[in-house]
């Protein structure tokens, strides 16, 4: 239940991650309009490229979450080898 838990929570955080960097694209192209379109699209391009970071951080997490079930998984098999050659 714990794991179903994390991965919903992980999975709304995705989804509103790429919400704020959609929204928050246009908010920034549109608020430094009055500075010239060359600084408005650099200025909107810096904002998109910090934002995914958050993204790639997101992603990470769930990475490391199914590298440790897998670990999991392979220490369980193991542990049955070894409990069967003793046997």
């Known amino acids: 239940m714990l794991q179903d838990k994390f991965d919903r929570i992980i999975s709304f955080l995705l989804g509103a991650s790429w919400a704020i960097v959609l929204f928050g694209a246009l908010i920034t192209f549109r608020s430094f309009m009055f500075l010239g ?15 995914f ?16 079930e897998e670990a999991k998984k392979q220490t369980k098999l193991l542990e049955e080898l070894v409990g069967e050659e003793d046997a």
């Open 53 to 68: 970071f958050m993204i790639l951080a997101l992603d990470s997490f769930v990475i490391n979450r199914q590298r440790l």
């Open 37 to 51: 379109l060359p600084t408005t699209i650099f200025l909107t391009l810096v904002y998109i490229f910090t934002t």
